[in-house]
Nanobody, 124 residues
């Protein structure tokens, strides 16, 4: 079992930045692909970014490409999501997820473990 706890969310003005952290416990995340998803009110959960454990390959949703950066520190069992140039449409609850595979996936059901989420609100 892997437990995931997100932090770093909050209220920020459009154009601002936030860094989300996801700390894992229970097992080392070195052999898990890690991802970030988000869910806005009334919308389905959507893929944001993922990083493979095998070679560090990253993958981003088109809506965040060039603005968000996912990274991982296996020694700290932590994954980060640096979010720059935030827009009001980025407002959502952001979830960290872990997948028992080297391959990244944009599908939420492909992930095995989930955190409780952290709220990000971007004001215009």
């Amino acid at each position: 079992q892997v437990q995931l706890v997100e932090s770093g969310g909050g209220l920020v003005q459009a154009g601002g930045s936030l860094r989300l952290s996801c700390v894992a416990s229970g097992r080392p995340i070195g052999s898990y692909t890690m991802g970030w998803f988000r869910q806005a009110p009334g919308k389905e959960r959507e893929f944001v970014a993922a990083v493979s454990w095998r070679d560090g390959t990253t993958y981003y949703a088109d809506s965040v490409k060039g603005r968000f950066t996912i990274s991982r520190d296996n020694a700290k069992n932590t994954v980060y999501l640096q979010m720059n140039s935030l827009k009001p449409e980025d407002t959502a609850v952001y979830y960290c997820a872990a997948r028992r595979s080297w391959a990244t996936s944009t599908l939420h059901y492909a992930y095995d473990y989930w955190g409780q989420g952290t709220q990000v609100t971007v004001s215009s």
